[in-house]
């Protein structure tokens, strides 16, 4: 029904990488059944929340940068990227997470929640938990983002 | 497993001619993901460093290893168990012109695959010529998983 068009509307609440799924204001995409993300956002206070699940690969990677952006139009605080729901964090989605640092106004703060192998052990191994800050719970990126 | 109950001390995983692209990555991953759970007892971090380690290098190969080309070529995989070294090799080979660095767009979104494979195995080589690049990586001190009675 959808084909393989992209359907933006302004309500953003969530970006799903399914094949294909009808999300009434939202986006939808068909993507091959192999890498499947979802992100969901929200506000908690002044801070932008997007929760991903799934896979963070080539293939779903622009879906986490579109998201952060759309985030950070909301003039937060600070948006915090929780991976908790991750399987598997490839290079290309670790690259989103620096440039997104990069690339957000330098208002806005950056924090990962990560915790275990899939995620926070690659992001420390290359050193990006050196530049963005990665806590193992949402509650405690929330309180160094609020500080 | 052999007639004479003794574990099989090799054991492979081959994806030949396969397009060096993401949705062929991302396929070849799960099922090598799928291959480490059979025949493997490995803790779930080594299950994640193999196979994130493994996706990096398809990954730069489907990539950067046809840039100059119309369309995309293929890459190869094979990973073979070394029973009595206890020692897993996967190899990565593709045709093409990977790592040519007029190709490759400086910034923050790149460049972490390679330190990422060398974090992640125990050994990690990449050797590039004129006929294509060949990404090797080793861990050692694998336990084959034991066989079922």
């Known amino acids: 029904m959808f084909g393989d068009r992209w359907i933006r509307e302004p309500v953003g609440i969530q ?29 908690i206070g002044a801070i932008e929340v997007l929760s991903v699940a799934g896979v963070v690969d080539m293939l779903t990677a622009s879906q986490l940068e579109d998201a952060i952006a759309a985030a950070g ?40 929640v990560a915790d275990g192998p899939a995620t926070s052990r690659p992001l420390k191994l290359v050193g990006i938990a050196d530049l963005i800050g990665v806590y193992a719970t949402l509650d405690q990126a929330l309180a160094a983002l609020t500080a | 497993m052999s007639a004479s109950g003794k574990p099989c001390t090799s054991k492979q995983f081959a994806r030949v001619d396969a397009a060096a692209d993401p949705q062929s990555a991302a396929q070849i991953r799960r099922e090598f993901s799928d291959w480490l759970g059979q025949h493997f007892t490995l803790d779930a971090t080594r299950v994640s ?39 897993l090799t996967v190899t990565v080979t593709d045709e093409g012109a990977w790592r040519n660095a007029d190709h490759v767009t400086p910034g923050s979104r790149r460049g972490r695959g390679i330190p ?34």
């Open chain 1, 15 to 43: 970006w799903t990488g399914h094949s294909p799924v009808p999300v009434i204001g939202g986006i939808v995409a068909t993507q091959p059944s192999a890498s499947n993300c979802t992100i969901e956002q929200q506000r």
């Open chain 2, 116 to 149: 990422l494979m060398q974090a992640l195995a125990d050994h990690a080589t990449v050797d590039s010529s004129a006929a294509g690049t060949r990404v090797c990586l080793e861990w050692n001190c694998v336990a084959a998983a034991r066989p079922h009675p």
């Open chain 2, 49 to 87: 460093d193999m196979v994130l380690a493994v996706n990096e290098a398809m990954a730069n190969a489907a990539e950067y290893a046809y840039l100059m080309a119309e369309q995309p070529g293929a890459m190869h995989v094979l990973a073979s168990y070394d029973g009595l070294a206890a020692s």
């Open chain 1, 73 to 112: 139009h909301h003039s937060p605080q600070g948006v915090i990227v929780d991976l908790g729901g991750v399987d598997f964090l490839a290079s290309a989605g670790m690259g989103i997470l620096v440039a997104a640092r990069d690339e957000l106004p330098s208002s806005v703060q950056l924090g990962i």
